[in-house]
């Protein structure tokens, strides 16, 4: 019997490694900068600006960042990706030891684009690497321990640290996550990267390249757009999802916490049976079942009375969302090229991420569109009983258009 990844496989193991450090920094950041807003302001639209500004980035730089990946050396590009992330988290971090005044969230704003544009680079080149770090008949098995290690850090540890290092002080959780990010870029440092062929191709036809190869592949484009819909949806739910907690549910940020640490138990779930659950019911019958868990769980929370029944239907979407990655993932990163797979997977995620911050806006404008005329608590309901809708439209168009060949 071979010994486990992790075990026989040095480089996959700092890359593993660095991913966990870097995912429990990110969840703890992920409930304090929410966190860190609300204290500026209750302003629903400023508060989605903050989301909406993290994710910008996917939208404007997602397609330059493939060529340069393509054209780097991704370990040193990813270690020195967490350094710069760890820089700006330190401006954030002194912003939290000021006056919270409410006019301060727009330069938490900006430095949330900044932190967003660097992950942008980091996140695409550690997902483009791994081909280079493991066997083709490992990805399965790397992406599920990659996914479930992210969710167990990043949202199953994170966020209820994040909720005691907030009671320690607000800027408490950004001195960790700096911490996190420069220790983070010191493993990937000691990676022996094995030679890849990089393009040597000017910008401009590099990108062209990318994008040529990305509208010939119907079923990789038609993924990536179902992609974006759906990851459209999730942010104008998350966005509101801290305001629905604190306002309607009465959750204090301990609690909150926890509700995310349900929610991430549900992705660690998924990714480990992600493996099991293709071979039973193939690749698209796995991703039927995702968008039909997320419909049903997005209603939930729509719905929701108590924190339990929030963390239960988050459970069960973020359990799908995670056998959704593991599925498709391992599929790009076998079909894409390896002297293409920067650029392809970049322009992938420019259609499946660049949603996300019109998802942001989206979210903060339904409720303050609707309050008005629906009282606080169901304008704050309103985006997630919206999502459930839209996503039984995307499981309509993915039997009729969805296929990986």
């Given at each position: 019997?071979?010994?486990?990844?992790?075990i026989?496989?040095?480089?996959?193991r700092?890359?593993?490694?660095?991913?966990?450090l870097?995912?429990?920094?990110?969840?703890?950041?992920?409930?304090?900068?929410?966190?860190?807003?609300?204290?500026?302001?209750?302003?629903?639209?400023?508060?989605?600006?903050?989301?909406?500004?993290?994710?910008?980035p996917?939208?404007?730089?997602?397609?330059?960042?493939?060529?340069?990946?393509?054209?780097?050396?991704?370990?040193?590009?990813?270690?020195?990706?967490?350094?710069?992330?760890?820089?700006i988290?330190?401006?954030?971090?002194?912003?939290?030891?000021?006056?919270?005044?409410?006019?301060?969230?727009?330069?938490?704003?900006?430095?949330?684009?900044?932190?967003?544009?660097?992950?942008?680079?980091?996140?695409?080149a550690?997902?483009?690497?791994?081909?280079?770090?493991?066997?083709?008949?490992?990805?399965?098995?790397?992406?599920?321990?990659?996914?479930?290690?992210?969710?167990?850090?990043?949202?199953?540890?994170?966020?209820?640290?994040?909720?005691?290092?907030?009671?320690?002080?607000?800027?408490?959780?950004?001195?960790?996550?700096?911490?996190?990010?420069?220790?983070?870029a010191?493993?990937?440092?000691?990676?022996?990267?094995?030679?890849?062929?990089?393009?040597?191709?000017?910008?401009?036809?590099?990108?062209?390249?990318?994008?040529?190869?990305?509208?010939?592949?119907?079923?990789?484009?038609?993924?990536?757009?179902?992609?974006?819909?759906?990851?459209?949806?999730?942010?104008?739910?998350?966005?509101?999802?801290?305001?629905?907690?604190?306002?309607v549910?009465?959750?204090?940020?301990?609690?909150?916490?926890?509700?995310?640490?349900?929610?991430?138990a549900?992705?660690?779930?998924?990714s480990?049976?992600?493996?099991?659950?293709?071979r039973?019911?193939?690749?698209?019958?796995?991703l039927?079942l995702?968008?039909a868990?997320?419909?049903?769980?997005?209603?939930?929370?729509?719905?929701?009375?108590?924190?339990?029944t929030?963390?239960?239907?988050?459970?069960?979407?973020?359990?799908?969302?995670?056998?959704?990655?593991?599925?498709?993932?391992?599929?790009?990163?076998?079909?894409?090229?390896?002297?293409?797979?920067?650029?392809?997977?970049?322009?992938?995620?420019?259609f499946?991420?660049?949603?996300?911050?019109?998802?942001?806006?989206?979210?903060?404008?339904?409720?303050?569109?609707?309050?008005?005329?629906?009282?606080?608590?169901?304008?704050?309901?309103?985006?997630?009983?919206?999502?459930?809708?839209g996503?039984?439209?995307?499981?309509?168009?993915?039997?009729l258009?969805?296929?990986?060949?």
């Amino acid at each position: 019997m071979a010994a486990p990844l992790l075990i026989r496989n040095r480089n996959y193991r700092l890359l593993f490694a660095a991913g966990a450090l870097t995912n429990l920094g990110d969840g703890v950041v992920a409930l304090a900068l929410p966190w860190l807003a609300t204290l500026m302001t209750r302003d629903p639209l400023a508060i989605a600006a903050v989301a909406a500004a993290s994710r910008l980035p996917w939208l404007i730089f997602a397609l330059p960042a493939g060529v340069i990946i393509d054209r780097a050396d991704r370990r040193r590009l990813i270690a020195r990706a967490d350094l710069l992330r760890a820089a700006i988290v330190c401006g954030i971090l002194m912003l939290a030891l000021g006056d919270p005044a409410p006019q301060a969230v727009w330069l938490l704003a900006a430095l949330a684009f900044l932190l967003g544009s660097a992950e942008v680079l980091r996140d695409n080149a550690a997902q483009t690497i791994l081909p280079d770090l493991v066997a083709r008949a490992d990805l399965e098995t790397a992406n599920g321990q990659l996914w479930s290690a992210e969710q167990l850090t990043g949202q199953f540890i994170g966020p209820p640290l994040a909720g005691v290092l907030i009671g320690a002080g607000i800027a408490v959780p950004f001195g960790l996550d700096v911490a996190a990010l420069v220790l983070a870029a010191g493993l990937v440092w000691l990676i022996t990267l094995p030679g890849h062929i990089r393009s040597t191709a000017r910008f401009w036809p590099a990108l062209v390249e990318g994008i040529a190869f990305m509208r010939a592949d119907r079923p990789l484009l038609r993924l990536a757009v179902v992609l974006g819909l759906s990851n459209f949806m999730a942010v104008a739910t998350i966005t509101i999802q801290v305001l629905l907690a604190q306002e309607v549910l009465a959750l204090t940020a301990a609690a909150y916490g926890v509700v995310l640490s349900v929610a991430a138990a549900g992705a660690i779930t998924g990714s480990l049976l992600a493996p099991h659950l293709a071979r039973r019911l193939g690749g698209m019958g796995c991703l039927y079942l995702s968008i039909a868990t997320w419909s049903a769980g997005y209603a939930l929370v729509g719905l929701s009375g108590t924190g339990t029944t929030m963390a239960l239907a988050l459970f069960a979407v973020m359990a799908a969302a995670m056998v959704w990655n593991v599925i498709t993932v391992s599929w790009r990163q076998r079909r894409i090229p390896p002297m293409l797979l920067g650029r392809v997977n970049s322009i992938y995620r420019f259609f499946g991420w660049g949603s996300m911050p019109l998802g942001a806006l989206a979210g903060g404008a339904i409720v303050a569109l609707a309050e008005p005329g629906l009282g606080r608590e169901m304008a704050l309901r309103a985006p997630f009983l919206m999502a459930s809708a839209g996503c039984a439209l995307l499981l309509v168009y993915a039997l009729l258009r969805l296929r990986l060949e």
